[in-house]
């Protein structure tokens, strides 16, 4: 088994139409670090789908409405793996209103 830490989405504007920001391919993913920032006051959801799933709002594990300023690191979602094919989708409610990164390590 080999296990390597691994930037998974590198830090950028979340998007604001419903986007897949990382998907598990080759490897079981097991996500250790999200961070997110607000630039401008926005919510930012994040949904964690199965392979062969859709980003419905079934899949929203966490919803966050971010101020001017403020950080924040999803402990909602640090320990989830992601089986191959899984992904993450993001969404927020305005285009560059929050940054976000994900980190995480892929076991093969």
């Known amino acids: 088994m080999s296990v390597t ?3 998974l989405f ?3 504007s979340a998007p604001s139409a419903e986007t897949t920001i990382y998907t598990s391919t080759g ?4 996500l250790d670090k999200l961070t997110s920032y607000g630039v401008a006051a926005a919510d930012l959801t994040l949904k964690i789908v199965a392979n062969g799933g859709s980003a419905a709002t ?6 966050k ?3 001017i300023g403020e950080a924040y690191t999803w402990p909602e979602l640090v320990g989830h793996t992601l089986e191959p ?3 993450i989708s993001a969404i927020a409610s305005a285009g560059s209103s929050v940054n976000l ?3 995480g390590r892929k076991v093969t």
């Open 85 to 87: 094919g899984d992904f």
């Open 10 to 12: 590198e830090a950028a």
């Open 101 to 103: 990164r994900v980190s």
């Open 65 to 67: 409405t971010f101020a």
């Open 58 to 63: 079934s899949n929203i594990l966490a919803k």
């Open 27 to 30: 490897a079981r993913t097991m």
């Open 5 to 7: 830490s691994s930037c």
